[in-house]
């Protein structure tokens, strides 16, 4: 069995007037995500993280910002086509683990439901996908409430 490694991280920035979606999951807050998509922080690092595994580039790559296709796209639909691409290439993912970095809302009542969204996405187990949350204790951007960001790495493994 072969095993590869991949890491991800995006950012967006925090607007009134937006959904707030992580992880396939609409969270209630007065502020969202901005985005050419639903600006699914979360999905899109893991999204990038997958890709990097292959060395098949970025999300960028296969959903540009610039085509009108993907705007307001649902990024579990983005993730599920970044699934079915690895696997064509005979490789599934064997687990990922990601952290959401947002002073506010608190995401811990979220976490377990954006675990099963993405794993029935993914068509995993849910104890395959770790998701954690943290504060930028009030540093930078995030701390700032200006946005907020996501970090994942995922592990490939061969399909034989
Ligand atoms: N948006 C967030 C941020 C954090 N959490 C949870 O709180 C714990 C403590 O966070 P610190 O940044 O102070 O270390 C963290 O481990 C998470 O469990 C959260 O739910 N939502
Ligand atoms: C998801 C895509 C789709 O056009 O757009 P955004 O939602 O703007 O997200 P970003 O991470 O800035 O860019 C990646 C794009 O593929």
């Known amino acids: 069995m072969n095993i590869r490694i991949g890491n991800g991280y995006d950012i967006h920035r925090l607007v009134s007037g937006r959904p707030l979606i992580l992880g396939?999951?609409?969270?209630?807050?007065?502020?969202?995500?901005?985005?050419h998509s639903d600006a699914d922080v979360l999905t899109?690092?893991?999204?990038?993280?997958?890709?990097?595994?292959?060395?098949?580039?970025?999300?960028?790559?296969?959903?540009?910002?610039?085509?009108?296709?993907?705007?307001?796209?649902?990024s579990l639909m983005l993730l599920s086509q970044v699934d079915r691409l690895i696997r064509e290439k005979g490789w599934r993912v064997s687990n990922i683990d990601s952290v959401i970095v947002a002073e506010r809302p608190k995401l811990k009542p979220h976490i377990l439901a954006m675990r099963d969204r993405l794993a029935a996405v993914l068509e995993l187990k849910p104890d395959q996908i770790g998701i954690k949350a943290t504060t930028n204790?009030?540093?930078?951007?995030?701390?700032?409430?200006?946005?907020?960001?996501?970090?994942?790495?995922?592990?490939?493994?061969?399909?034989?």
């Open 137 to 160: 204790e009030k540093l930078g951007p995030e701390g700032r409430e200006e946005g907020i960001s996501a970090y994942s790495v995922a592990l490939l493994v061969t399909a034989d």
């Open 24 to 35: 396939g999951v609409q969270i209630s807050h007065e502020m969202g995500l901005l985005g």
């Open 44 to 74: 899109h690092a893991i999204m990038d993280a997958m890709l990097g595994a292959l060395s098949l580039g970025d999300i960028g790559h296969y959903f540009p910002p610039s085509d009108s296709k993907w705007a307001g796209a649902d």
